[in-house]
């Protein structure tokens, strides 16, 4: 599959993020309104942020179609960088789309000098796991929570600054 990555916001680039989430979370974890909701209300307050070097959105883009996403929030979890929004469409998953939005927002806290790079994630997105471990990172604490709507295992992993 053809794409490529820009860095920056776009137009409409909030809506489809939400949509790409809601959609595939509601199919496969059940999730709901509430669950979009926190998506669309964190990427609401993210965005303005973008002024702040430290923070930064990509997008995989097929033509100029939105079919993934990823950002790096650096002022919510500082010192610490905090990946959030990592999303692709389901015909992009399995293709190395993924790891090349990854990529650029590693290399992005690389660049900021960030102690660590911390996300959240939770149990059953395996996929994203083994990517995540490949590039450096390791659970650091897994725990019950509802924040999304629905009961799940929370997982923080952490990645120290690349040397």
């Given at each position: 599959?053809?794409?490529?990555?820009?860095?920056?916001?776009?137009?409409?680039?909030?809506?489809?993020?939400?949509?790409?989430?809601?959609?595939?979370?509601?199919?496969?974890?059940?999730?709901?309104?509430?669950?979009?909701?926190?998506?669309?209300?964190?990427?609401?307050?993210?965005?303005?942020?973008?002024?702040?070097?430290?923070?930064?959105?990509?997008?995989?883009?097929?033509?100029?179609?939105?079919?993934?996403?990823?950002?790096?929030?650096g002022?919510?979890?500082?010192?610490?960088?905090?990946?959030?929004?990592?999303?692709?469409?389901?015909?992009?998953?399995?293709?190395?789309?993924?790891?090349?939005?990854?990529?650029?927002?590693?290399?992005h806290?690389?660049?900021?000098?960030?102690?660590?790079?911390?996300?959240?994630?939770?149990?059953?997105?395996?996929?994203?796991?083994?990517?995540?471990?490949?590039?450096?990172?390791?659970?650091?604490?897994?725990?019950?929570?509802?924040?999304?709507g629905?009961?799940?295992?929370?997982?923080?992993?952490?990645?120290?600054?690349?040397?």
């Amino acid at each position: 599959m053809p794409f490529t990555i820009a860095c920056g916001w776009r137009p409409g680039l909030l809506g489809r993020t939400t949509e790409l989430h809601a959609r595939y979370y509601a199919q496969a974890f059940g999730f709901g309104p509430r669950f979009e909701a926190v998506v669309a209300g964190g990427l609401a307050e993210f965005v303005p942020r973008l002024r702040d070097t430290r923070n930064q959105i990509w997008a995989a883009l097929d033509g100029e179609t939105v079919i993934g996403t990823i950002a790096i929030d650096g002022q919510d979890m500082a010192p610490a960088a905090h990946l959030r929004w990592f999303i692709l469409h389901e015909a992009a998953q399995g293709t190395g789309i993924g790891r090349a939005l990854l990529q650029a927002a590693l290399a992005h806290v690389d660049a900021q000098g960030f102690a660590e790079t911390r996300l959240w994630t939770f149990a059953g997105l395996n996929p994203a796991r083994r990517l995540y471990e490949r590039h450096g990172f390791a659970m650091a604490d897994e725990r019950p929570g509802d924040q999304w709507g629905e009961p799940v295992m929370e997982q923080l992993f952490i990645r120290p600054r690349a040397s």
